[in-house]
């Protein structure tokens, strides 16, 4: 066996102080590294001392020294397989030696160079040291390393600084291949995990200068970076000496210390970095490296171990001049040349103890690198002692009953080695994997320097990639010792201030992602931590708070009954379902009134009907919506609706058809009756519902949870499945009412008697308006105001037709019963039909005299024509008075509210004569008085011109009394007035002719009768205007010109 050690005699005298390779004769010996020779030692005596491994064979080592050169790597190799120089502690086996394994190289370079011989002749070769790139040592067969691979030691490093959000960093290390292979793999890992490096040094592995100058320049761009405030964790990573060149920089640029002192720094090492001084720097303080976190190979306490380092001394031990070298360096002494100088000040007397060096100079705990070596011997051990149990071994080894170990070859062991699996002296399990590795992770230690520069490893972490989920890397953060000028607060790395919780980081134009600016999160974002990159959105069932840093659950919002806008609009939707009900009593007990029946009682009933469904459907909408309420909803309210929008376009046509037909020779009387408005409701109401049944077919509404729409409240709401049937529903509903206000607005100023035209028109247009505004304000709110805006407008247009329609019935029916009644209704039918086109009266108000009432159906009063009056009034000063004018011999009372009085150009009369009738309590409808202009003028007459009247009358009686005239017919007649009009007269002939409305003093003749003659025309104009229509018939005509 082997020991192969790098840089365990290294070079002193001269500047460039760690790298510089000398003969042995100016040798300094790096004093930390010999521990690794003295567990490799231990672990050869326990082997040989166990009874268990390999009880016939006795293992020795070699040790050969590398002096940190490449050259004399290559020919310490050309030694150890040609000519060994010497053997350790005196291990003897004879003359034939065989080398069967290689342990050593803390350097990957000085490994890979000791590979290029040594793989030749497949000898294993056992590296302690750092494996830098997986694949540089892939094709090395005979390759194997004690040491975890260095990829897991990059990930503790990011996971390190992820734990204490440390983004700024600083990067120094060796300026070499490795140093360049670990900057790219970590500058990589930097930018996936957002982490910036500040700045990147690079360490010479040789200074050479010519001038002070040169130096002090060097060392310059080496301290910089110490000085930026910003920076507080330095990653460093090198060989093990890279401690003594960082900290020969520093003392060169501040011997005294005092700018060192106020460093703030927290220094990540790799785990080849060791703390070691050597020489004049042993002098040198430490405490600038106060706090660094250490990453070190996993070791275990090897029992025995430190007694064996207490027994060590150099005066036992013979032949070793390893020994007397560290020795000297450790305790600064020296070996006197005869034992008589031994009491001589400065030399070594042989009782120091290794337990008083400082740890910078000599570690009693066996290190990792050590346990590397210590585990490599065992491995060996291992794999020779199943190699000569093997039963194909002894059988082709034996001769003459003995076995033969010259016979042993090293490359016998690789497949045993790629196997093997033991557990060490402590009791560790140890194998290697498929790539040659050692299994186990990385220890994190504190590294805590105390005044004297002495200083202590407190572990305080792990890394390891066989721990389950979660746990490959720990800790302990409350037991860290920091720099004393963190005042143990936590250390921040940063290149700007971290970003608040609601605030979001932005990179800066033109620098690393690190150094950003915070800008508040935008609407309806979150960030709950700092530095967050993005702010993110709540889940759907919260909402960011104001200040946008927490998510608050949202609450379920639908209309409820509990609430007071749902208590409020169900107290309407009662309310008014009890006035419609009330309503429908009143019209149902008063069902025999001329006015319930003068408003086609039947389509009553079913409006009033359906309005009070329209009330009540309303209340569907309140309370949480569940799968029936949500399919019952809109269809049951389209549905109804249209039924009531479908009674008042009945209603409208009904009335403008009753109208129509009441005119001479109209075909439209067989379009009246029930059987057109049931026609009318039901084809209306039919297509609606055949709507609304496709609807429910193919996408019906379900019960939906909106979680976007309003920031702080989940919607419960009906989700309407397919909105467009849902705008056909409302479009529908739309196109019914337009028709009926298109209908009664060109019906509003036909005659009271036939319709209610006017109030259906005003309805209309308090429906319409209601839904056209209902569109905007159902599309622009959302949640339960927009449940209310619907429930509002369905309330809102029921009421409309509600009140207009059937206040003024109502009023007359409650409050004026008197109206209601057929006279009155008659009265308005005489008067209307007979208003002439061209007659304008101006709103007179006169007192009634006596009333005159020859057993007509109206009273009258008769005015001569000749009469042509004009008088005006001032303007009164109190409205309550009246003002009295004289016009004859009768008085004028004009009403204060009317600027004007007269009675201008009146030519109308009875066919006879040209008389004025006015009705009582009459309201006129004409285009020049408005119609709540009221003309009252009382019940006189003109005697004169009655006479004409009374004796017609005379002679009719007379011949129906004489038995000799027509004994068995009974003459009538009827009494018809031109109103002075050629238009009048014209009508008048026509009603003659085609429709008797009523008898004058009640003579009835039955069904059937017969017209004979016609007798009348005071005027040659009107009776020639009525011979022009009469005489087609060939009815006689008598004048009386």
Request: net charge positive; proline share 5%.
């Amino acid at each position: 066996m082997q020991w192969h050690h790098r840089d365990l005699l290294d070079s002193a005298g001269s500047v460039s102080v760690p790298r510089l390779p000398v003969t042995r004769a100016v040798r300094s010996m790096v004093t930390k590294f010999y521990q690794h020779i003295l567990a490799l030692a231990f672990a050869v005596k326990e082997v040989n001392k166990s009874p268990n491994i390999l009880p016939n064979i006795t293992l020795g080592f070699h040790i050969y020294d590398s002096y940190n050169s490449a050259r004399m790597t290559y020919r310490t190799n050309l030694d150890l397989l040609f000519n060994a120089e010497r053997f350790f502690l005196n291990y003897e086996c004879g003359s034939k030696k065989r080398l069967m394994a290689i342990i050593g190289g803390l350097g990957y370079d000085f490994s890979m160079h000791m590979a290029n011989i040594i793989g030749l002749y497949k000898i294993p070769q056992f590296t302690c040291g750092t494996i830098v790139a997986e694949e540089r040592t892939t094709g090395v067969r005979s390759f194997y390393h004690m040491v975890p691979n260095e990829a897991h030691q990059y990930m503790g490093i990011i996971r390190l600084l992820l734990h204490f959000r440390w983004t700024w960093v600083g990067l120094i290390v060796v300026d070499n291949e490795n140093g360049e292979y670990f900057l790219q793999s970590l500058e990589l890992m930097f930018s996936q995990n957002g982490i910036c490096s500040a700045f990147t040094e690079r360490i010479p592995e040789l200074i050479t200068f010519d001038t002070v100058g040169d130096l002090y320049a060097v060392v310059s761009t080496m301290y910089i970076p110490f000085t930026n405030k910003r920076v507080s964790a330095f990653i460093l990573y090198g060989e093990a000496l890279e401690i003594l060149s960082l900290r020969f920089f520093i003392f060169l640029h501040d011997p005294r210390n005092e700018e060192t002192a106020s460093f703030r720094m927290v220094w990540i090492m790799t785990m080849q970095i060791d703390f070691i001084l050597t020489g004049l720097q042993r002098s040198w303080d430490l405490h600038v490296f106060h706090g660094a976190i250490s990453f070190t190979v996993r070791s275990k306490e090897v029992q025995g171990f430190e007694e064996y380092l207490q027994r060590i001394n150099p005066y036992r031990i013979q032949g070793n001049g390893f020994l007397r070298d560290f020795w000297e360096q450790a305790f600064d002494c020296s070996f006197p040349e005869s034992k008589d100088l031994i009491n001589v000040d400065g030399a070594c007397i042989g009782e120091e103890r290794l337990e008083s060096l400082p740890m910078a100079v000599f570690e009693m705990q066996m290190t990792g690198h050590s346990y590397g070596a210590y585990n490599a011997v065992y491995a060996v051990a291992h794999a020779l002692h199943v190699l000569s149990l093997s039963t194909m071994y002894h059988r082709r080894k034996v001769r003459g009953g003995d076995l033969d170990h010259q016979n042993l070859q090293p490359w016998e062991l690789h497949p045993l080695l790629q196997g093997i699996s033991f557990n060490n002296s402590v009791g560790e399990m140890l194998s290697f994997n498929h790539k040659k590795e050692m299994g186990g992770g990385f220890d994190i230690t504190n590294v805590v320097v105390f005044p004297n520069s002495s200083f202590r490893r407190v572990k305080v972490g792990s890394v390891d990639p066989n721990a389950s989920e979660g746990n490959e890397f720990t800790i302990k953060e409350n037991i860290i010792e920091w720099h004393q000028g963190f005042n143990q607060g936590l250390p921040l790395s940063l290149c700007t201030d971290p970003c608040r919780p609601g605030y979001q980081k932005k990179t800066k134009k033109g620098e690393k992602s690190c150094c950003y600016s915070c800008d508040l999160c935008p609407e309806g974002k979150i960030s709950n931590q700092t530095d967050i990159p993005d702010c993110f959105k709540c889940q759907k069932n919260q909402y960011a708070n104001k200040d946008g840093n927490e998510c608050i659950p949202k609450t379920m919002s639908f209309l409820s009954y509990e609430e007071p806008l749902g208590i409020t609009l169900a107290s309407i939707a009662v309310t008014f379902s009890l006035i419609a009900a009330l309503v429908l009593g009143i019209f149902i007990k008063h069902k025999d009134t001329p006015i319930v029946k003068a408003n086609n009682r039947d389509l009553t009933y079913t409006l009033l009907v359906f309005l009070l469904l329209c009330f009540l459907s309303s209340l569907l909408f309140l309370g949480e919506p569940g799968k029936v309420a949500c399919l019952l909803r809109q269809p049951t309210f389209g549905i109804i609706f249209s039924v009531a929008v479908s009674c008042v376009l009945a209603k409208t046509i009904t009335v403008v058809l009753a109208f129509v037909a009441t005119k001479p020779g109209s075909r439209m009387r067989k379009w009246l009756g029930k059987r057109l408005s049931r026609s009318i409701i039901f084809s209306c109401s039919l297509i609606q519902a055949g709507i609304c049944a496709v609807w429910l077919a193919t996408s019906p509404p379900f019960p939906d949870l909106d979680m976007q729409s309003l920031t702080g409240e989940i919607i419960v709401e009906c989700n309407e499945g397919s909105v467009a049937m849902f705008y056909c529903v409302l479009g529908y509903m739309s196109f019914l009412a337009i028709a009926s206000l298109t209908v009664a607005f060109f019906a509003r100023k036909l005659p009271d008697s036939f319709n209610e035209a006017k109030f259906i028109t005003f309805s209309m247009l308090v429906f319409c308006s209601v839904w056209l505004s209902f569109i905007p304000s159902y599309l622009s709110t959302r949640g339960k105001e927009m449940v209310a805006v619907e429930i509002f407008s369905i309330l809102a247009s029921s009421a409309g037709l509600l009140g207009c329609i059937f206040s003024p019935a109502c009023y007359i029916i409650v409050l004026r019963p008197q109206l209601n009644n057929r006279a009155q209704l008659m009265r308005k039918s005489e008067w209307h039909s007979g208003v002439p086109t061209g007659w304008k009266p101006k709103c007179f108000r006169l007192p009634p005299p006596l009333c005159l009432d020859m057993g007509s159906p109206f009273p009258f009063v008769a005015i001569p024509a000749s009469l042509d009056i004009k008088r005006k009034t001032r303007k009164p000063k109190n409205t309550q008075k009246q003002s009295t004018r004289v016009l004859g011999n009768l008085p004028i009372h004009c009403a204060q509210s009317m600027q004007q009085c007269e009675i201008a150009g009146c030519s109308v009369g009875f066919l006879w004569g040209p008389v004025i009738l006015a009705h009582r309590s009459m309201i006129v409808w004409d285009h020049v008085c408005t119609p709540s202009t009221l003309l009252i003028m009382g019940e006189s007459v003109v005697t004169k011109f009655f006479q004409h009247v009374l004796a017609l009358e005379f002679a009719t009686n007379e011949i129906n009394k004489k038995t000799q005239i027509l004994p068995n017919v009974t003459l009538g007649f009827h009494i018809y007035d031109s109103y002075n009009s050629a238009r009048m007269t014209y009508r008048t002939n026509l009603d003659l002719l085609f429709k008797s409305e009523r008898f004058f003093l009640n003579y009835e003749c039955g069904n059937k009768k017969k017209l004979m003659t016609i007798i009348g025309g005071l005027g040659s104009d009107f009776s020639f205007h009525m011979a022009n229509t009469v005489g087609l018939y060939k009815i006689p005509q008598d004048l009386n010109l």
